[in-house]
């Protein structure tokens, strides 16, 4: 301390700040190893980009060198377009950091306040709890810790340190008396004083660990890029199996090649990829803003499919607001043991456990104040709480020598208390009253003391035992006003919730109650460690919601286990070190961004920034929403396959006597230029009206469904194909054009092919437009959600017009793409197709919905417009009017 001109008390503010000039900012530096190149160069190997290399290939082979050269330009401009993309999602990704900003407590001007990791100093005193990521290297001043030293050893089994220990190590990493920056603390609580920050630390002087970990893509993204292969390979065998038949049917070589190119370019969907990049990383964004901020992209797809919520009951369905509300006495004991068996700050600024805090408070209301400087002077040893054991205890120096101070669950330190015979009935109305307070949803703590003489022993069994019992603290966390809104709306959604919580029984159970997740069986710690792993399973598929009492880290991961066993998709959260295992064996794990540890937040998916259960309710509707997306510009982008594949069918099937409906610019102009806008606004659309009135979506169900294929190509798709193809018949016949005519240029009907070609492009991009609209909803009425509201699409589909626009009448893009300028008429009778596909797909979805209103026999169903059917009936999950 001398040579870091400090003091117990800590660094004062001024002279922190000085030295944090001195000496930068307590970071690594970052080394990226994602080079711009690399990432770029994989836009160019992607199944649908070699797709278009082999085009262009074929282009040259026969001839049609300009065409090729076309083909390339348009892989290049989408491969810098979908990395583009991908850098905005990056982006997007990483600026999440700001809503979970890393904070340690340190002592300065002689109190506790919570500073920003970067800030920490050398000279800084730091304070360090149970399940905190240490900031620095330090050491320690007093205290002993558990440390999680895997970060810098590799090992798993955590490590005791200890301020009073001597130090003999040779390497500084096994010195008893020292704790390193990045490590863990899993149990216990000390002070340390800063010597080493930033590159200044064992783990700066690690080159090892600055290498970042290659990120996997999501089973959103592994799927796509295996429907992509999918598309890519059906594009080769159909345009292999077509060659052949276009030059039986009378087609050269070249028009062969030309008619395979073309069934290759409209069978590939350049925009998919990125596309889904982005709206992934949108939906993570969005999710952030709502106090959900996703670890890893693979959560936005999980979440959706999420069958059962294990929700923990303190702060997170309650409002984390503690206060003590009653006390069975009021003897100055009770008071001065709740003073001095904390861990908790009443500084200026109170920090710690909220119900620690509560617990200060009440005892400061009865003229009990014990200052943090005096509670540490004269504390002797502290037994941290263990969930195992459900209490704390701290030993410390009395008016008449050590004394034990403890509190915990009254099921635990009940039986520790030993009285005269005098005071046997004592105890047993301490247990009635127990029961009653807790049937009024109220945490009840049981406070004891013991003298105790000699040194403080490492096993705390020895010292909680021979207990005298002082009273009853009855604690009330209200419920979170918002939560049972939100728990209705993931029962509507089919998600059961069931509640694990370290708490009373009764008190758990009356809390659950009155957010309306249905108690239907209140099990503790204890009965299910009885159960086997098959009794488990069987308990948890039965249906109803549970309520798990007193239940240990490890009830938590066996019923994580089973959970999932039973095929369950679960969502569990947690706050404290112990559930780190809970939560990463859970399908989506939930750790609590206010007031949980690192440990957690390290092992969890979903990290809530307000700790509130009404945040996983949107979370999940988010995540419905993004898969939804997803789905729609899939949706959107298939459909349009149909009518680019349809003429270059006529083409071959005619033997060349229907000359070519569209140019295979025309359909790169399509898929690259009008196409992709409107796709990435739908990927932002708002959630459709009865997201959360489904049932959650099967683990096995892919982003792409029959039901889907059959809505883009057997409705959207050949609407579209009839519409355009009559319009391409329709201009030339009006010119007097029979089947094998001469259309080439400088035949009197060439300036009419052009015009029928141009209404053949203009035509797709119009059913473009009523598919935009169309894919906006899976079953609800466009008239629901509002023709209005999604402006980004509204902006795509402007902007399609205008670039449909600019090539049909711009005269250098008419030499380009082979489009010409059209009379009005022409462009009239395209002008109705976005309402005619739009219409035929509203038509398809009303009959769905009032299918699923008949095939409800014996159950009453309202057809509700806005969201499809809404069963009324007896709920499953609650057994309550649902």
Avoid at 188 to 195: E, K, L, N, T
Avoid at 270 to 290: H, K
Avoid at 358 to 374: E, K, M, N
Avoid at 760 to 770: D, E, K, M, N, Y
Wanted: a neutral charge; charged letters at 20%.
């Amino acid at each position: 301390m001398r040579d870091l001109r400090t003091a117990p008390e800590g660094l004062s503010g001024r002279e922190a700040a000085r030295r944090l000039q001195l000496y930068g900012r307590n970071e690594l530096p970052q080394r990226s190893e994602h080079h711009w190149w690399i990432a770029l160069g994989r836009q160019f190997v992607h199944p649908l980009a070699l797709l278009l290399w082999l085009a262009a290939g074929l282009a040259f082979v026969s001839g049609a060198a300009p065409l090729g050269v076309a083909v390339i330009v348009v892989v290049i401009l989408n491969a810098v377009l979908a990395f583009w993309q991908e850098s905005q999602a990056e982006h997007a990704v990483a600026a999440l950091g700001r809503f979970l900003p890393q904070r340690v407590t340190v002592v300065r001007d002689g109190r506790r306040m919570p500073i920003a990791v970067p800030e920490v100093v050398r000279g800084d005193v730091l304070v360090i709890e149970e399940g905190e990521r240490i900031p620095a290297d330090a050491r320690l001043l007093d205290g002993t810790v558990q440390v999680d030293m895997s970060a810098l050893t590799g090992e798993s089994n955590p490590v005791t340190r200890g301020a009073a220990t001597t130090d003999s190590a040779d390497r500084a990493v096994d010195s008893p008396v020292l704790v390193f920056s990045g490590t863990l603390c899993t149990a216990g609580a000390g002070r340390a004083v800063v010597h080493g920050t930033g590159v200044h630390t064992e783990l700066g002087r690690i080159a090892a660990l600055s290498q970042r970990v290659r990120q996997e893509p999501s089973p959103l993204e592994r799927q796509i890029r295996r429907v992509a292969w999918l598309i890519a390979a059906v594009a080769v065998a159909v345009g292999a199996a077509f060659l052949p038949l276009g030059l039986v049917a009378g087609l050269s070589l070249s028009a062969a090649f030309l008619f395979a190119i073309g069934l290759l370019v409209a069978n590939v969907p350049e925009g998919l990829l990125p596309t889904i990049t982005l709206a992934l990383a949108a939906g993570v964004r969005s999710m952030a803003r709502r106090g959900a901020v996703v670890r890893r992209l693979s959560a936005v797809e999980t979440l959706g499919s999420t069958t059962v919520i294990c929700t923990d009951k303190t702060g997170t369905l309650t409002a984390d607001d503690m206060r003590v509300v009653t006390a069975t006495s009021t003897d100055p004991a009770v008071a001065r043991a709740l003073a001095l068996c904390s861990s908790a700050d009443l500084g200026e600024q109170a920090s710690g456990d909220p119900m620690e805090i509560a617990l200060l408070r009440y005892a400061d209301s009865l003229g009990v104040t014990v200052t943090t400087a005096q509670r540490d002077e004269g504390r002797r040893a502290l037994y941290p709480f263990d969930p195992q054991v459900r209490m704390m205890s701290t030993m410390d120096d009395g008016d008449h020598g050590l004394a034990v101070h403890v509190k915990g669950a009254p099921e635990a330190v009940l039986p520790l208390c030993v009285t005269a015979p005098a005071d046997t009935a004592a105890l047993e109305r301490a247990r009635g009253q127990v029961e009653a307070l807790a049937d009024r949803g109220l945490r009840v703590l049981a406070v004891a003391r013991r003298d105790w003489v000699g040194a403080a022993p490492d096993d705390r069994r020895a010292v909680e035992t021979d207990l005298t019992f002082l009273g009853l603290v009855a604690l009330l966390d209200p419920p979170r006003a918002e939560v049972a809104d939100a728990v209705a709306a993931v029962h509507r959604a089919g998600i059961r919730v069931h509640v694990i919580s370290g708490d009373n029984g009764r008190t758990t159970a009356e809390i659950a109650r009155q957010v309306g997740i249905g108690a239907d069986r209140v099990l503790d710690g204890a009965a299910i460690e009885a159960l086997s792993d098959e009794g488990l399973d069987e308990l948890l598929a039965q249906p109803g919601e549970i309520v798990f009492a007193r239940a240990t880290p490890e009830v938590k991961l066996r019923i994580a286990d089973a959970l999932r066993v039973n095929g369950e998709v679960v969502a569990m959260t947690g706050d404290g070190v112990n559930d780190a295992p809970a939560l990463r064996r859970a399908d989506i794990g939930v750790a609590m961004g206010r007031g949980g540890t690192d440990v957690a937040r390290e092992a969890a998916t979903l990290v809530l920034t307000d700790d509130n259960f009404a945040t996983i309710a949107a979370g999940i509707e988010e995540g419905r929403r993004v898969f939804d997306n997803v789905r729609k510009f899939v949706l959107y982008i298939f459909a349009h396959a149909v009518p680019e594949v349809v003429p270059f069918l006529l083409f071959a099937l005619s033997g060349g006597a229907i000359p070519l409906p569209l140019t295979v610019l025309q359909i790169l102009a399509i898929d690259l230029g009008t196409e992709t806008l409107p796709a990435l606004a739908l990927g932002r659309e708002t959630a459709e009206p009865g997201v959360m009135d489904k049932p959650p979506r099967p683990r096995s169900e892919g982003v792409i469904t029959r039901r889907m294929l059959l809505r883009a190509w057997g409705i959207l798709g050949v609407v579209s194909a009839v519409l355009v193809t009559g319009a391409y018949f329709v201009v030339l016949l009006s010119a007097g054009w029979r089947p094998g005519a001469d259309v080439d240029a400088g035949s009197a009907l060439h300036h009419t092919y052009l015009q029928a070609t141009t209404v053949t492009f203009l035509g797709i991009v119009s059913c473009q437009l009523g598919t935009a609209f169309a894919a906006r909803t899976e079953y609800a009425s466009l008239r629901s959600i509002g023709f209005w509201s999604n402006r980004l699409l509204l902006g795509g589909c402007l902007f399609e017009i205008v670039f449909a626009s600019a090539l049909v009448y711009a005269p250098p893009l008419q030499t380009v793409f082979g489009t010409a300028a059209l009379p009005a008429w022409m462009v009239a009778s395209v002008l109705p197709f976005p309402v005619i596909v739009w219409g035929v797909d509203e038509w398809s979805r009303a009959r769905r919905r009032r299918r699923r209103v008949r095939t409800s026999a014996g159950t009453e169903v309202l057809a509700d417009e806005v969201s499809g059917p809404v069963i009324v009936g007896r709920s499953a999950l609650t057994d309550s009017p649902s």
